[in-house]
């Protein structure tokens, strides 16, 4: 059964301090490990996809990674508005729908 | 920019009492999901659909819940009757997925859901 886990469950940072968002996994052959950003009272927001290990990308301060086993959400010097639930998904290729499945979510704090 | 647009945002019911979220998708996408929030549970499937078929609804408690797409820009989600543990927000999402396709899902903000 595909599976995802993210830590810490919640994380609070001071304005500018950087820290990383993990996103474990476990699927039957990757299709792709999507990050998304809630905000309070809306619906999930699309950031980043990622395909294959080793493969990065990058949108203002966040930078999102990816390896066989799990992915990471680099924040560099954080700021206030960065507040947010951040969820990764996967999606397995071996999976005839396609499902995606979320991880539970990591609510980040960014204190001025 | 294109949006998932779900109807109402917010719905109040007594137990026992019908209820029906709806979700317009964005426009050419050929997938439309059900997830249900809640703090203990996160994001739970409930039911998807490819080009308007049902390709599983496995996450629905099939007594009570039912979920349908009578058009490509309407997909329907009804609970009948409701109980309270069915309080929670309900997100639609669509997408191209499948086959050569791999977009990333768009979600609606939600309809709330509290049943007393």
């Known amino acids: 059964e595909d599976q995802v886990t993210q830590s810490p469950e919640a994380l609070r940072l001071q304005e500018g301090e950087s820290s990383s968002l993990n996103c474990s996994y476990t699927?039957?052959?990757?299709?792709?490990l999507f990050w998304y950003r809630q905000d309070p009272g809306k619906g999930p927001e699309f950031l980043f996809t990622l395909y294959s290990a080793g493969e990065e990308k990058e949108k203002e301060r966040l930078k999102a990674t990816l390896t066989k086993k799990e992915s990471f959400l680099h924040i560099t010097a954080p700021k206030p508005e960065d507040s947010a639930t951040y969820l990764c998904?996967?999606?397995?290729?071996?999976?005839?729908?396609?499902?995606?499945?979320f991880g539970p979510g990591t609510r980040l704090s960014v204190l001025p | 920019d294109a949006r998932v647009t779900q109807t109402p945002r917010h719905k109040v019911t007594e137990m026992g009492q019908e209820v029906t979220m709806r979700c317009q998708p964005i426009l050419g996408h050929n997938t439309v999901f059900w997830y249900r929030q809640t703090m203990m549970q996160g994001l739970e499937l409930l039911a998807y659909?490819?080009?308007?078929?049902?390709?599983?609804d496995s996450g629905m408690p099939k007594d009570r819940f039912s979920a349908e797409m009578p058009d490509a820009t309407l997909a329907t989600l009804k609970i009948q009757p409701s109980e309270p543990r069915d309080s929670a927000v309900y997100f639609c999402?669509?997408?191209?997925?499948?086959?050569?396709?791999?977009?990333?899902?768009?979600f609606g903000n939600g309809t709330r859901l509290t049943v007393t």
């Open positions: 999402a669509s997408g191209l997925v499948g086959g050569q396709y791999n977009s990333p899902l768009h």
């Open positions: 699927v039957s052959g990757l299709r792709g």
């Open positions: 998904a996967v999606q397995a290729s071996i999976d005839y729908g396609q499902n995606f499945v």
């Open positions: 659909f490819r080009n308007r078929a049902p390709l599983d």
